[in-house]
């Protein structure tokens, strides 16, 4: 057995994890109890927090196979470690538990064997022993983030149940599993694959408040006031009490909340009841949390909310799936093709239900409607289910989501074990000084201890969030909603913004700008009006009448915006048949599409030989026999359609006009349909073309059904374009030139035609008029010949064609930048489609940095695509935002650093930020408001690093003295002082306007560092002269209960002896010249750290403005000024402080306002010349820029290969193995 065995689990997937086995060891377990019995449970507190030190301190390692424990460690940048229980499923409770009935549940290696064929049951009697023991008949599995994985031993690895997902060909869901399952079947894959359902388990109050209290930070909180209490500092215990309790609970509501509303969410048509059909075609009700893979459902009539993937097998559905994608357009799905009934035999294709989405119901999405034939139900096989589901999956990203890397979060662990390296020092001094001094072994024990808690504050953790609190206040005011505060810092990082263009860049919807049909293949005239009797019975508006997928849900027309325009354009009815109608027409699909009578002309033409088709009598109607429905992947639709009375068929259809040309027979195409393409695409019109031709009579209504998409979409007649038009919001040009000026580069990701996203691109200023723009068209390895990418410069696509020479001028010119920053603003741009980015990012991985840094363009991307996109942008060092209306953005706003969903549905809950105002304006408002709360982060951060040193050295020097600050001294500086300047130095607002400049990412920088040394020095500096210099005077004596420094006959002083000389002796010896002048110089430094670090411009506005944090500033400083100058007994005896000389309070202002002056100056110099100083001392040591994107923007001024020239081709190297090599072969 190899002891050191590790397996990985989901190779290649988001979630891959290492796995290691571990069994439970006696003996450990035995120490690890003393342990923690020893240390008073830190020890099992620390395990608690530790799931590695766990396993590792009370198993041993094992073999996978046989472990009772298995270690898990995800293999991302986080290497986060999770542990987990290996449990048994017991198959002995099942009646029909023989080896034969079990063949059946278990499939070759991973999934399920979905089938009822008997005869293959003794063949596949051993499938079972892959996942169990046939001895002990039980399967051994663990639970992960809601999956459950199951040992299997083809694989000698644990791996999750699939369902039908996977594997599974299109032949045989007909073949094998539309029967339905038999009831013994049903329970073996209940019992295999468990419940149908998406649960989102709300924790019970007690168990969130045990996790919350359990943090590290919390449980340091606890042991300070522990020890407080012990030294009879009560109040200021208490005080940190109640901050925590109010701290615990508002995180207590917002988690129960956030856990409520996902639940709410998912809980909402959880269980429904549902009908199955079985194998002897009988139908059973069942609860939808008992279906399971391989289940056939019977879609209701009246729609249902779907409680599982499945596949159509049978009939038409219309779905609304804004659930999942965002988009409340109605989609219609088809039945699933079926390979063994089709009349052109096509490949046996593997099912997928991203491949085949159009014949997929999702999870979470509603069906509205259904269409059927008559007699005949609507019938779809579930393929996944509970967690499996897309739903499911987008479920599990919200629960378990990614940490979010980022630097200032990792600075701020740095910080704290600084402060704990500094407390450490102060532990040791302090032990040695009490032991030189011969203090008591327990006050030595508490003051040591004391120094930590000092030294490291409890607030902090409250401090911090502050500003993101009141960031998220603010940006709810301007109807930006945000579900992971954290991320707010990190949008103040941004750099890169990706724009989807539909809906996000543009308006919405499409208006029909016009047509161009084509006659004897030759463009007519554009016209603008196609409602008109000239046309009404051609073929251009019978396509435009028929090859859409609208249907009337509630009397009302709804579908896809463009096709509903194109249906507007022409004036014509859509009717849709009833129930009974259907019973009527047999095998006749329901929709039937007219114009209005006002349209058709009194007589039939009969002289147009064009119109003979259409001789009909008075009605004319078509009717859409059969609809393929629109493909992302085919980029197009087509339908079959008959005209009432006739015998031939037509089959139209229309799609990107480069695809549909392509299928088109060549003589029917115009010479200059490129040239007539390029142009409307160029003024940033959406263009689709149209195609048609007439069927076989011999093609039947029961073929029609059956026949495949490839026999119909092929040899047609080009009939010409419709030019839709689409403008830019209003906002656009504005928010994308604020973007620019702040030195925020901006992409364009969209689904739509290269030349019209390019145009769109200069329309609003993403790409500027004097900008070259090259367009890569990366070509896969085909016939035996490599990779290759076609290099092509936009503006002159048709010159380049014609003439081989190159003018100069056209290769863009590469300007020398003083600042890195801007080495990004050069003037050539990058544009390409998905098909190449694909491409591209599996053959020449070398050239994607350089396309990352250059690249504005990315046209006809898919969702995948845009992810891997954020993705690859993110590889440069990039801080990307992402602003999509959540149709088909959700990956990439979910991986994005800064995701925006411009849409309000379900599907922004993939996005961190959703705005409420469907505009690009929300971009600009997050970063400005990301920066505002960045700064107030690092000032927060350097105030609190001051306050922990100011209090430390403090409390050192007094220590030095055997003395300490009073208990209500700490309360007047933790709470009146520190907690108030906190909680108001957060409010200042963001500034008007972006800046070029960007805020520092971390906390560990030159000039940041710089300037917490600084007031450290000076601080410390001021405080020593203060302690030092009070010994010095003359009236200076070791104070006692009779001392009277004061020397006045006042009355004031006079009392105040008198009270004094009736306190009893100060067992703590609190009250002590040196313990009065440290406490006014560091009440007063604590101020005025406050003022120097409260930065206004440029990103946060002015601190004269933040009226709460200026009033809290001039009460604290006039109090302390006159509790200093002008004494008054009573706030003297509860402060503990005693009377000084008049000249000496005069001398303790002086220090005070020379320390203002100097922390104020310092300060504002390190602001001004920090960063001179700074880029001087890189430019001496040359250094290399931190960022990726920076760095090669540097190697790609001097690379004379760089950018590509005009009508060049790169190809990937041949056999070589290192991914991605490329040579340039210029082509001449």
Not at 967 to 979: E, K, M, N, P, T
Request: aromatic share 10%; charged share 20%; glycine share 4%.
């Amino acid at each position: 057995m190899d002891k050191e065995e590790r397996k990985t689990i989901n190779q290649g997937q988001e979630d891959e994890m290492e796995i290691y086995g571990y069994n439970l060891c006696r003996w450990k377990l035995a120490v690890v109890s003393l342990g923690v019995v020893c240390t008073g449970g830190f020890l099992l507190l620390l395990l608690y927090w530790m799931p590695e030190w766990r396993v590792k301190a009370t198993c041993v390692r094992a073999s996978i196979k046989d472990c009772e424990v298995v270690l898990l460690r995800t293999t991302d940048e986080f290497r986060m470690w999770f542990c987990a229980k290996i449990r048994l499923l017991s198959l002995k409770t099942h009646p029909f538990s023989s080896p034969k009935s079990m063949a059946n549940v278990v499939s070759n290696g991973h999934a399920v064997l979905l089938s009822e064929n008997l005869d293959l049951a003794e063949e596949n009697r051993h499938e079972i022993s892959k996942y169990s023991q046939m001895q002990s008949e039980q399967i051994r599995y663990f639970s992960h983030h809601s999956v459950k994985y199951f040992w299997n031993d083809t694989l000698h690895n644990f791996d999750f149940l699939k369902g039908l997902d996977e594997g599974v060909s299109c032949t045989s869901i007909y073949e094998k599993h539309s029967a339905g399952l038999t009831k013994g079947m049903h329970a073996y894959r209940k019992l295999l694959y468990g419940v149908n359902e998406i649960s989102v388990k709300v924790p019970s109050v007690f168990k969130l408040l045990i996790k919350e209290v359990l943090n590290p930070f919390y449980i340091f909180q606890l042991f300070s006031v522990i020890l407080w209490c012990t030294d009879e500092y009560y109040y200021y215990a208490l005080a940190i009490v109640i901050m925590s309790v109010v701290s615990i609970l508002s995180s207590l509501y917002s988690i129960k909340k956030q856990y409520i509303m996902l639940h709410d969410m998912v809980a909402a048509h959880s269980t429904v009841r549902v009908s199955v059909c079985r194998v002897n075609e009988e139908s059973e009700e069942i609860f939808s949390t008992d279906l399971v893979p391989g289940d056939v459902m019977v879609i209701p009539l009246n729609g249902t909310v779907m409680p599982c993937d499945a596949v159509l097998i049978n009939g038409t559905c219309i779905v609304n799936e804004s659930m999942l994608t965002g988009e409340s357009v109605p989609v219609t799905k088809t039945n699933l093709p079926n390979p063994l009934v089709d009349i052109k035999g096509m490949e046996d294709e593997l099912y997928s239900p991203e491949i085949h989405k159009r014949h997929t119901l999702f999870c979470g999405t509603t069906v509205i409607q259904t269409r059927f034939y008559a007699g005949e139900l609507v019938k779809a096989i579930v393929v996944r289910t509970g967690f499996s589901t897309s739903k499911g999956q987008l479920v599990r990203s919200i629960l378990y989501p990614k940490p979010t890397d980022f630097k200032l979060y990792r600075d701020a662990y740095l910080f704290l074990l600084c402060l704990v390296a500094v407390a450490a020092i102060g532990f040791i001094y302090t032990i040695i000084n009490s032991i030189l001094n011969e203090v008591e072994v327990g006050v030595i024990i508490i003051e040591s201890l004391d120094i930590i808690t000092i030294t490291v504050p409890p607030a902090l953790p409250a401090a911090m969030t502050a500003g993101i609190v009141y960031a998220q206040r603010r940006l709810k005011k301007i109807g930006i909603f945000c579900i992971s505060p954290q991320r707010i810092n990190i949008c103040g990082q941004l750099n890169l913004v990706c724009f989807d263009k539909t809906g996000t860049l543009t308006e919405d919807g499409l208006d029909l700008w016009g047509i161009q049909r084509v006659e004897h293949a030759r463009f007519l005239l554009p016209e603008e009006n196609v409602c008109n009797e000239m046309l009404v019975k051609s073929q251009f508006v019978a396509c435009m009448a028929t090859c859409h997928s609208l249907t009337k849900i509630e009397g009302v027309l709804s579908g896809d915006p463009l096709d509903l325009k194109m249906f507007e354009a022409i004036g014509w009815i859509l009717e849709e048949a009833t129930e009974e109608e259907t019973a009527l027409h047999n095998r006749i699909m329901p929709t039937v599409v007219r114009p209005p009578k006002q349209l058709l002309p009194e007589l039939t033409p009969v002289g147009n030989q064009e119109m003979e088709l259409f001789e009909l009598p008075a009605i004319y109607e078509i009717g859409i026999v059969r609809q393929f429905p629109f493909s992302s992947a085919l980029q197009r639709m087509s339908v079959v359609s008959r005209v009432l009375g006739d015998k031939k068929m037509d089959a139209y259809m229309k799609g990107a006009p480069e695809v549909i040309a392509s299928l088109c027979k060549p003589e029917t195409v115009p010479v200059d349909f490129e040239k007539v393409l390029e142009d409307y695409t160029k003024q940033g019109f959406r263009v689709i073309a149209l195609a048609h031709k007439k069927l076989e009579s011999k093609l039947t209504w029961h073929k029609v059904q059956n026949i495949s998409r490839d026999a119909i979409e092929n040899n047609m007649d080009f009939m010409g374009l419709i030019i839709m038009q689409n403008k830019l919001k209003q906002e656009t040009p504005a928010v994308l030139e604020d973007l620019h000026k702040a030195n925020i580069r901006t992409v364009m990701v969209t689904g739509d035609n290269m030349l019209t996203a390019v145009s769109v691109a200069r329309d609003c200023g993403m790409i500027l008029p004097q900008d070259k723009v090259i367009i890569a068209e990366a070509l896969p390895p085909k016939d035996g010949k490599v990779a290759k990418i076609n290099w092509h410069y936009a503006d002159s696509l048709t010159q380049c064609s014609n003439s081989l020479a190159i003018d100069s001028e056209a290769i863009p010119i590469k300007l020398a930048h003083n600042s890195l920053e801007d080495l990004q603003v050069t003037r050539y741009h990058f544009a390409m489609n998905g098909k190449s980015f694909s491409v591209i990012l599996e053959h020449f991985q070398d050239l994607v940095p350089k396309l990352m840094l250059h690249g504005t363009v990315f046209a006809r991307m898919a969702p995948d695509q845009k992810t891997q996109l954020v993705e690859a942008l993110q590889n440069v060092d990039y801080f990307v935002g992402m602003c999509g209306d959540g149709a088909n953005d959700c990956g990439a706003l979910k991986r994005a650093h800064g995701g925006i969903s411009l849409s309000e549905l379900e599907a922004s809950v993939a996005s961190p930020f959703t705005s409420k105002t469907p505009s690009i304006s929300c971009v600009p408002n997050l970063i400005r408001e990301g920066r505002a709360a960045l700064m107030t982060s690092f000032c927060v951060f350097k105030f609190m690093a001051l306050y922990s040193i100011i209090q430390y050295f403090s409390v050192t020097l007094l220590y030095s003295v055997l003395s300490n600050l009073g208990d209500f001294q700490f309360l007047f500086i933790d709470l009146a002082i520190i907690l108030v300047v906190v909680f108001t130095m957060s409010l200042n607002p963001a500034w008007k306007e972006l800046v070029a400049q960007r805020p520092p990412s971390g906390l560990i920088s030159g000039s940041l560092l710089f300037s917490v040394l600084s007031q450290i020095l000076i601080c410390i500096a001021f405080q020593s002269v203060a302690f030092f210099w009070v010994k010095q005077q003359s009236w200076y004596e070791v104070w006692h209960p009779h001392s009277d420094a004061c020397n006045t006959t006042g009355s004031l002083y006079g009392n105040s002896s008198h009270l004094y000389n009736e306190t009893e002796d100060d067992p703590h010896n609190i009250q002590n010249y040196e313990n009065t002048t440290v406490f006014f110089i560091s009440s007063f430094q604590y101020l005025i750290v406050a003022i120097a670090f409260s930065k206004g411009k440029p990103f946060r506005q002015p601190c004269y403005k933040n009226y709460l944090f200026v009033v809290s500033v001039i009460t604290l400083y006039a109090f302390i000024l006159f509790i200093m100058l002008h004494p008054v007994a009573s706030i003297d005896q509860v402060l503990q402080i005693v009377c000084v000389p008049y000249q000496w309070r005069v001398t303790m202002l002086i220090i005070v306002l020379v320390n203002a002056l100097v922390s104020v100056m310092v300060e504002e110099a390190v602001d001004h010349w920090g960063k001179c100083c700074l880029s001087w001392v890189l430019d001496c040591r040359k250094k290399i820029p931190k960022a990726k994107y920076m760095y090669l923007a540097q190697e790609l001024l001097v690379d004379p290969e760089w950018p590509p020239k005009p009508q060049t081709t790169t190809e990937a190297k041949a056999l070589v193995k290192e991914n991605g090599s490329c040579q340039i072969i210029t082509i001449t």
